[in-house]
């Protein structure tokens, strides 16, 4: 195949170098971030391992490793012999291995939307831990690790995974060829870019519709909270009793919004990793597949952003613990009081833990 039958080349060299030096910086930054949530999690594994949320932010976490992993070796694996379209340096199977990988990582985003869903029962139903373990967890873990391996196992079955100027992951190389014969650029890999499409439109909505449940019934709670406060104020009744309810409810609330706050966190770097790739793809199907009548400004952006998830989750996880600490020692440096959070058991960093939960 020649060269006049590709598509037109996306990158120059000093493009290309950039493009692979972005993946690599912010796949190692999340594979970073995503080791020291393990490790975090792990050195004190008695304690931690007993909450359902650690659980899934663990095996999150090590998702995360295995995409990030992939996701930094950039275009790299992508095949430099199957046609003269390709920029990588690899071969089929090395294309095919990323490629799987690419897909198991789409744990991680069904693991967020499995944080939601925890975090709104916690808030809204104030649902135990022990009850989570009992009845869903298990298949949290099922729906959220099954789907992207069967995926993955597909995919691989299929021979779907092919790149040219990006990633190995769902494609044909007959659309960098431009002779698929179902008639579009997409081959036989354009079911499963269908169904993945729609299971991430259905993670958003069960993201989005946890994260607003959350938050409505916070809403609700701090009116209680006043309507109390302004009926003690009222009644003629002994103030002990209504000191006692206004603070069980002023307790919940509060607790509630911490929780919904971490929540919320996490969904902020759900979004920020995925909205870059989630316009390049628009872009990308509403051009016919064609790579390079997508803004390079989108390739860029998404080569930064799309491996650093793993950082994001662990600037979130130890966000209360670093502010515990910080609150007992007003003088502690954000970087100080990360690096006792890393490096000291939990039950050693903030005694103000124990007048909180851990979130």
């Known amino acids: 195949m020649s060269e006049t039958d590709c598509q037109d080349p996306l990158f120059d060299e000093q493009q ?3 493009f692979i030096t972005l993946n690599a910086i912010s796949g190692l930054l999340s594979i970073v971030g995503s080791t020291l949530i ?9 304690k931690k391992l ?12 090590v998702a995360d490793i295995l995409n990030s992993s992939a996701l930094g070796l950039s275009i790299v694996p992508t095949p430099s012999n199957e046609t003269s379209c390709s920029i990588g340096m690899g071969n089929v199977t090395t294309c095919t291995i990323q490629g799987f990988f690419l897909t198991l990582g789409l744990a991680v985003p069904h693991y967020t939307a499995m944080l939601s869903i925890y975090y709104f029962l916690k808030i809204r139903y104030q649902v135990k831990d022990t009850t989570v373990e009992k009845v869903i967890e298990l298949v949290m873990h099922v729906f959220s690790l099954g789907i992207p391996f069967s995926l993955g196992i597909a995919g691989v079955m299929q ?8 990633h190995c992951w769902f494609a044909d190389k007959c659309g960098a060829m431009g002779n698929c014969p179902e008639g579009h650029t997409f081959g036989k890999a354009l079911w499963f870019m269908v169904l993945g499409a729609i299971g991430f439109f259905i993670l958003l909505v069960v993201i989005t519709t946890s994260l607003v449940g959350s938050f409505l019934t916070i809403r609700k ?13 009222l009644a003629s009744v002994p103030a002990r009793r209504w000191s006692r309810r206004f603070s069980e409810a002023v ?22 990793t ?3 790739t989630v316009i390049y793809q628009i872009c990308f199907f509403i051009n016919g597949g064609d790579a390079t009548k997508v803004p390079i400004s989108l390739h860029f952006l998404a080569a930064i952003f799309l491996p650093l998830q793993g950082f994001w ?18 003088e502690a440096s954000y970087f100080c009081a990360l690096k006792r959070v890393i490096f000291t058991r939990e039950t050693q960093t903030n005694a103000s833990r124990n007048r909180r939960p851990s979130y």
């Open 16 to 18: 290309i170098g950039i």
């Open 38 to 46: 393990t490790f975090i999690i792990l050195r004190d594994r008695r």
């Open 50 to 61: 007993s909450r359902v949320h650690n659980r899934l932010i663990l095996s999150m976490s």
């Open 159 to 166: 021979d779907v995974f092919f790149g040219v100027f990006t």
């Open 221 to 233: 709670r701090t009116n209680d909270s006043r309507r109390h406060r302004f009926e003690a104020n």
């Open 251 to 272: 307790n919940l609330s509060s607790n509630s919004s911490r929780v919904a706050k971490q929540s919320a966190l996490y969904v902020l770097g759900f979004v920020v």
């Open 274 to 276: 995925y909205i870059w």
């Open 313 to 330: 989750n662990f600037v979130i996880y130890t966000r209360p613990r670093v502010e515990d600490i910080q609150i007992g020692n007003p």
